[in-house]
């Protein structure tokens, strides 16, 4: 056996490649949809959403170990490594892929890489030595009846202690291997941003370190990882943003309180498929929807429609101005002056000459300080009327640029993080417009709420 370990990630890396029911096994994406979780397990996945640079997220990392005892000792079990033993003395190493039989070249993919598999075997040993019913096994995983479950209990003791500890809960789901969902386990939500028949590593992220100790410790007591780290993680920004649409995507009725999450989906699935720019173009039409919300219900007043988010913006923001901000000092007209010149007798007095002197240095010391104001004004950002608190203003400025780009094929490149950040842009606003609606007293008039908020966002 440990003559055949030394080649046994290759042997399965080969088996990966050609296996031909693997294709069968690739996950559809689907449409994004939120599983009912306890309210205290999604907070901290929730607030990271809302602000990933304040909260960043949890990271379980390690590179995975196809060759570790429990599967070497697995696939010893299930007589896998008896006939990897006959090719390779018949045809030698380079040729033991090929030559495996279809069932054990399953099996030596399954029990090396496949998370799930993993998981459903302990599970199956839990409810073993509690004399629980066995488990419904899916086909895929049929190789577990195989394994004679006292004696895996007994050789893995301190590994199964720990699963029914720390991973196992009363509606625990071992379909791990997903890196497309929100996984529970029995100390909190974690996402696989990395399994290993991807990558052959293993990178688990969640919300708080308490959700990935468990795993920690159990993928640690199997040795099934290297080089195994838990950390947190603020930047750079493609790695803070990595695991930003599946945790929303699990968690999206706890943050977005919209039934109409059909553009959402859409989104989602374009993300899925790497069609970032649809992506981008779907989520910015969902922002134009949102800011025609808060148009209308800010201004009590009908939008033009087929307005683009930008003019939505513009028009927003200035129609706000026309509202509050009191019409601004304008240039004296001199018209007056010259009047008052033009009856003007040769006989007249030097005090009728007075007068139109000081009604000239008048309108000189006014336009002074007309031209004194506007260049103050020229010189320094001034403060900008809006309801919007600065945050919110640059997201907003963010999600027209990549909806920008996405619309108008610039060469403005647009990738995974663009997408990511657009939709992080979008929760955002939304949920600052959530907020606003629930904290705003209605019954006030329009023009109390807009200078409340405008004073509020400063």
Known sequence: MASNSAFIPDLVRYAERTLDREANLILNSGIAHSREFDRERVKPIVDYLLHPYEHGFWSFSGVWCPDAPIFRYL????????????????????????????????????????????????????????????????????WIRKIDLGKFNKTFASACEEFKKKVYFKKYNPGVGQTNRLISTAEGLVNYLH????????????????????????????????????????????KLFSPYFEFLSGVFSYVILDERIEKFSQALDYYRASDFTHSISTLGLMAEDYLTRIYVTLLREQCAPGMTLGQLNHTLHKRIVDILQPPKGALRSVDDIFAEIGKLEDCDTSSS????????????????????????ELKKDSPKISPFPPRIRDNITELLEFRNAASHNTRVPLGEFEAVRTLYCLVSVVNWWQEFLENTDWTNDRNKILSDAVLAAK
């Open 75 to 142: 696939l010893e079990e299930l007589g896998t490594l008896d006939e990897i033993n006959e090719v390779q003395e018949a045809k030698g190493s380079s040729f033991v892929a090929r030559q495996l039989s279809e069932e054990k070249r399953e099996e030596l993919v399954h029990v090396t890489s496949r998370l799930s598999g993993l998981h459903f075997l302990f599970l199956a040993a839990k409810n073993y030595s509690d004399g629980d019913a066995l488990l419904k096994i899916h086909d895929r995983y049929s």
């Open 195 to 238: 399994s290993p028949r991807t990558s052959g590593r293993l990178c688990v992220a969640a919300g708080d370190k308490k959700s990935l100790q468990g795993l920690f410790e159990f993928y640690n007591i199997l040795g099934v990882v290297e080089n195994s780290k838990i950390e947190r993680i603020f930047s750079p920004e493609e």
């Open 353 to 376: 000459y007075k007068a139109i002197y000081r009604n000239l240095l008048s309108l000189i010391v006014d336009d002074r300080a007309f031209f004194g104001k506007r260049i103050d």
